[in-house]
């Protein structure tokens, strides 16, 4: 059972790049989401998804794409990188109902050059 | 979005009970307290969570108010692997729509 696992671990992009953060989990969870955190603040959502197929913006969702096309797997697309991008990302999954945990990755440290 | 206020920081020595405060005076009859924990350079992990009664696990306890606007994470005896940014959650789920909102949360010090 490997939870939820993000790829890359780091990452350097060069301003206007595109790239997309990869974040997969194995328990069945309904419900995935992603989150940035800068240096010293709390975590922002960006976008989540309640099912395959369905997503919807958080609270920072601008330069940001989502999609889920399956249950397990919830890409997240930078389309034109900038340096207010710079953050470390996490991406959380869990069950959909409130009255269970959500599990998170280590997270992707994200630099925009 | 329901928002939960909590202290900036707190101080701790090890073997110590701690108790962390979270107000949520705007919580809704169908919200769920959940804290989550953030250990330096890792991902949140989950702590403890409940809807009135309080409630045990083998991290800590959690207290929650007769009317629910406010709850204490209790660390019953604190280690320095405690150290840790503590978030006080509200999490509701309706139709199509569950999000995680995390506040600022509580940078908890222990020391020796």
């Known amino acids: 059972n490997a939870g939820v696992t993000q790829t890359p671990k780091f990452q350097v992009l060069k301003t206007g790049q595109s790239m997309t953060l990869q974040c997969a989990q194995d328990?069945?969870?309904?419900?995935m989401s992603w989150y940035r955190q800068d240096p010293g603040m709390g975590l922002r959502l960006i976008h989540y998804s309640v099912g395959a197929g369905i997503t919807d913006q958080g609270e920072v969702p601008n330069g940001y794409n989502v999609s889920r096309s399956t249950t397990e797997d919830f890409p997240l697309r930078l389309l034109s990188a900038a340096p207010s991008q710079t953050s470390v990302y996490f991406c959380?999954?869990?069950?959909?109902?409130?009255?269970?945990?959500?599990?998170f990755g280590q997270g992707t440290r994200l630099t925009v050059v | 979005d329901a928002k939960t206020t909590q202290p900036n920081s707190m101080e701790s020595n090890e073997e110590e009970p701690v108790h962390l405060p979270c107000n949520h005076s705007t919580i809704s009859g169908t919200d769920y307290i959940h804290w989550y924990r953030q250990l330096p350079s890792q991902g949140p992990e989950y702590v403890i969570h409940?809807?009135?009664s309080n409630v045990n696990n083998r991290m800590a306890s959690l207290a929650i108010a007769e009317d629910r606007k406010s709850s204490t994470l209790i660390l019953h005896r604190a280690t320095l692997r405690d150290a840790a940014v503590y978030y006080c959650i509200l999490r509701a789920w309706a139709y199509n729509t569950d999000k995680l909102i995390f506040g600022t949360g509580t940078r908890l010090q222990v020391f020796p």
């Open positions: 328990m069945n969870h309904e419900y």
């Open positions: 959380a999954s869990s069950y959909r109902t409130s009255n269970t945990e959500a599990f």
């Open positions: 409940g809807l009135t």
